[in-house]
């Protein structure tokens, strides 16, 4: 079942969470990066990037956060603003820092010359994002030809970010799109992409719920029913996050929520802070409220569930938005790729914990002999 592909915007909190997580298993995980557009403002230079600088810095925080293992880039929010030229700068810039990034095209980029320059040597030598709504069979055969590729040579990136998740018998009708696509070509691999998360923060203010993980559910099943080989087909969500990408514009936008999202065997908790009061203490008792949801999975699951326990314990500040969407994602990865690897009969080291009593030791009285 593994490596786990999640779709994450290519933001401070996610980045940085893919980099800390754990080595085992962190070398499980292909991800599909998406670029946000220059309007959004980067939050290391504090404004919006112009388009030399999208190139640079995309490349420089690769190279610093994700340059061992394979990724995919996806970069269509960005290409209108860069333009041809610039969407080449961007990738030669990328794949240098990272020799395994694979470009992530839609069909109709697959007739665009220039996404030849950015395949692999080796495969999967490109990727295509393909709505389940959309797929047009012939015109994907034809674009994968017209891109100089086979079909053995791509991997496909099924989104079904629209499809009614929730809906009896949607199994299957997922199923029948895995068995179209494997029936018409070998793909080096085809891969679900999926979300039930809300587009809107469903917790109201200094509450909580449970938001079902009906993606996981219902590729579990579509893998029973579909006739491909499961060693062909991938895994994908968006995190504890809504599958429509959405970028805020340029300026910013309302405050930020406190709030976090933990991730559990069949469900997402959120658990949402007070709108008033001094944030490290409402974060403190958002990270105390997780420790007592009965979903915590223990401080030794990811260094982001040893955060959250030193919050809830008054061991650590509060930490920042970006750090909550942080905490948020390195738990999620860990989550899903353990979910994935206990399909295959794998299992994973504990990571290392806090102990109150080491805390404590640190400002111990000296003992006089």
């Known amino acids: ?23 085992d298993v962190q070398r499980h995980i292909q991800p599909r990066f998406i670029l946000a557009p220059p309007k959004e403002r980067d939050p290391e230079k504090g404004k919006p990037l112009t388009e030399e600088e999208i190139a640079v810095l995309t490349g420089e925080r690769i190279a ?8 995919y880039l996806d970069a269509r929010y960005v290409a209108p603003h860069l333009g041809d030229e610039g969407l080449k700068a961007l990738f030669r810039i990328a794949q240098r820092k990272n020799e395994q990034l694979a470009a992530v095209a839609s069909v109709q980029d697959l007739f665009n010359p220039i996404f030849r320059e950015f395949l692999r040597t080796s495969g999967p030598r490109i990727a295509i994002h393909l709505p389940y709504e959309d797929i047009d069979i012939d015109a994907l055969l034809n674009g994968v030809e017209a891109a100089g590729c086979k079909p053995s040579e791509c991997a496909v990136f099924l989104d079904f970010t629209k499809a009614p998740l929730s809906m009896e018998g949607v199994s299957g009708s997922v199923a029948g799109v895995f068995d179209t696509l494997g029936s018409v070509a070998q793909w080096a691999r085809i891969i679900f992409q999926a979300s039930s998360f809300p587009s809107k923060n469903p917790a109201e203010s200094d509450g909580q719920c449970v938001i079902p993980r009906h993606e996981w559910e219902v590729f579990l099943a579509a893998l029973k029913e579909c006739s491909v080989a499961p060693n062909l087909i991938g895994y994908g969500d968006f995190g504890p996050d809504h599958g429509e990408i959405r970028f805020r514009r340029k300026g910013g936008g309302a405050a930020p929520i406190r709030h976090l999202r933990y991730t559990g065997k069949k469900s997402t908790i959120v658990v949402r802070g007070k709108e008033t009061g001094k944030q490290g203490d409402v974060m403190k008792a958002v990270c105390e409220r997780v420790l007592n949801s009965g979903e915590f999975a223990g401080q030794g699951y990811s260094y982001a569930d040893d955060m959250i326990w030193r919050v809830a314990k008054g061991l650590s500040n509060a930490g920042t938005p970006s750090m909550w969407r942080e905490w948020n994602m390195a738990h999620h990865l860990s989550q899903v790729v353990k979910d994935l690897g206990m399909l295959s009969g794998m299992s994973f080291a504990e990571g290392p914990v806090t102990r109150i009593a080491e805390q404590f030791a640190l400002f111990a009285e000296p003992v006089e002999e």
């Not at 079942?1 to 080595?23: C, D, V």
């Not at 610093?64 to 990724?71: E, F, G, I, Q, V």
């Open 1 to 23: 079942m593994l490596p786990y592909h999640p779709a994450l915007r290519f933001k401070q909190g996610e980045y940085i969470a893919t980099a800390r997580i754990a080595r």
């Open 64 to 71: 610093k956060h994700w340059p061992l293992y394979p990724a």
